[in-house]
């Protein structure tokens, strides 16, 4: 079964900025439009941001539009989700998957997700 292992999360400040990764394994990834997730204390995952498999085409959750960037590197199967001016409700687990689109998840598994917090 192929495996995708988020990493890059961490502590920052608000205002701040990270930058997560994806790898995945098993399996290339190259032909699926691909995304991130995330799920807050208490609460539901919900989609971040998505990008399509061929030309890059990009879609945002409204909460992240403008302060977050999704990009992919296809020979390293790799996904990336650059985070600039961070806020605290920005606080929550992260997790990629492939995309039904433009904001679905389409496998049903999940990594472990990478934590990031937002102090105010």
């Known amino acids: 079964q192929a495996q995708v292992v988020e990493s890059g999360g961490g502590l920052v400040q608000a205002g701040g900025s990270l930058r997560l990764s994806c790898a995945a394994f098993?399996?290339?990834?190259?032909?699926?439009?691909m995304g991130w997730f995330r799920q807050a204390p208490g609460k539901e995952r919900t989609f971040v941001a998505a990008i399509s498999w061929i030309e890059s085409t990009t879609y945002y959750a409204d909460s992240v539009k403008g302060r977050f960037t999704i990009s992919r590197d296809n020979a390293k199967n790799t996904v990336y989700l650059q985070m600039d001016s961070l806020k605290p409700e920005d606080t929550a687990v992260y997790y990629c998957?492939?995309?039904?689109?433009?904001?679905?998840?389409?496998?049903?598994?999940w990594g472990q997700g990478t934590q990031v917090t937002v102090s105010s």
């Open positions: 998957n492939a995309i039904r689109w433009p904001n679905r998840p389409k496998l049903d598994y």
């Open positions: 098993g399996r290339s990834f190259s032909s699926y439009h």
